[in-house]
């Protein structure tokens, strides 16, 4: 599978999980799908934080599947901003 085509129900990580403890579900998310901005056509990606409280985010669909600033955050191994977590053995 195509790390990048992320489907309905994937479990994705946000780069910044790598500065918590991994026994957490922190910086997790499933992916509820994509929607239109109604103004701008602009693509974007919804999906839900599996910590917390939950709720909707959004986030244009471009800045989610960009890679990491490295420069801004050199100790970070994960090269995109959100990478499919890999089911546990």
Avoid: C, W
């Amino acid at each position: 599978m195509d790390e990048r085509n992320f489907r309905v129900g994937d479990i994705v990580r946000h780069f910044k999980r790598e500065t918590v403890d991994p026994s957490t579900d922190q910086y997790l998310y499933m992916i509820v799908g994509t929607a239109t901005h109604s103004e701008t056509g602009e693509q974007m990606m919804v999906y839900s934080p599996l910590y917390g409280d939950g709720g909707l985010f959004v986030r244009p669909l471009d800045m989610f599947l960009s890679e990491v600033d490295h420069e801004k955050y050199p100790g970070i191994r994960q090269k995109y901003r959100f990478e499919l977590e890999e089911a546990a053995e």
